[in-house]
């Protein structure tokens, strides 16, 4: 009689009766072992290991899962056992069948470390153009994938003189405090120097084209007293032979010779609101707005004045004709 009212319903509800064809073509397939599989939480359930199950079994705990990005190989014999307790209908061809599970996990990057780690240590001093270098730390950072995670600074500590740091952070995820971590390591400040684009000859005047700059750790021999600026360079004087490459200090330029030592240049006086000029002899090199030592070639007084042209020389008020 039961039958008898099936044919019926298959008859009248073709839907129904495709969707019992359905079920019934699925009952029918074998459970297959996947080659791999990646969990997203904290268990393995037997949907991760094999396919062909129904809904309820599929979903069932069996182990927990890997560490965060590690990974764990389930062998043959584990594996008969857990489908014989869970009454699966799989067994293993051979005794090398395995499968491979690994945690999924998302990693926090060193810059998203470093750029929460800068703030906390710019106020106490660490310069804008300064670099952390991690001597120690907990990396790699894992995290759970899709989890909303904070890192919170609970301390930190820079150091100027000996230019090092140390901090430590608390890693909530999803609101809740997970894992303290400790970070310490070196701090490098670093400054762009101006260098020779090309090799640069003694007495050559030097172009926007002459320079190139060059980003080098202030840790260098390079003294804050030697350093100049690039535009500074500009219409400079090369005092020796520079390398192509070269960092270019203060002392390797001068301000461009317009009054050489040995040759006669034109003195100018001023007084009264009348110009008066001589002739004299400059006893050193020296560039525009330069104090020179010059001799009167009549008087023969040494005198010092300003360069204030090509071979021209205005001498300082002392109240004396030079």
């Known amino acids: 009689m039961k039958s008898l009212l099936f044919i019926a319903l298959l008859s009248f509800f073709p839907s129904f009766a495709q969707a019992e064809t359905d079920l019934l073509a699925l009952q029918a397939l074998p459970v297959v072992l996947k080659e791999k599989t990646s969990v997203a939480d904290e268990y393995i359930r037997l949907g991760d290991l094999f396919s062909g199950l129904d809904e309820n079994t599929d979903k069932k705990v069996v182990a927990p899962a890997p560490a965060l990005g590690k990974e764990a190989i389930l062998t043959a014999e584990w594996l008969k056992k857990l489908a014989k307790t869970h009454k699966v209908a799989w067994e293993p061809v051979n005794e090398k069948v395995s499968i491979t599970v690994r945690r999924a996990a998302e990693e926090v990057g060193k810059d998203e470390v470093v750029q929460i780690l800068m703030k906390e240590l710019k106020a106490q001093g660490l310069p804008d153009n300064a670099e952390l270098t991690f001597q120690k730390g907990d990396f790699p950072i894992l995290v759970p994938v899709k989890s909303v995670r904070r890192l919170e600074p609970v301390q930190s500590d820079y150091n100027p003189a000996r230019r090092q740091f140390e901090a430590k952070f608390n890693l909530f995820l999803n609101a809740e405090k997970k894992q303290e971590l400790s970070f310490a390591g070196k701090v490098r400040v670093f400054v762009q120097l101006p260098v020779a684009a090309r090799d640069l000859k003694a007495g050559q005047i030097i172009t926007a084209d ?112 030079p």
């Open 210 to 321: 002459d320079i190139l700059t060059k980003r080098v750790a202030q840790e260098t021999n390079i003294r804050a007293s030697d350093q100049i600026k690039s535009e500074d360079l500009i219409g400079k004087e090369v005092k020796r032979s520079l390398r192509s490459g070269q960092t270019i200090q203060s002392n390797d330029v001068r301000t461009q010779v317009m009054v050489a030592k040995g040759k006669i240049v034109t003195l100018n006086f001023a007084k009264g609101g009348i110009m008066l000029s001589a002739q004299g002899k400059a006893l050193e090199n020296g560039g525009l707005g330069d104090t020179v030592r010059v001799m009167n070639s009549q008087s023969k007084t040494v005198v010092q004045g300003t360069v204030t042209g090509p071979e021209t020389v205005s001498i300082h008020t002392t109240g004396k004709k």
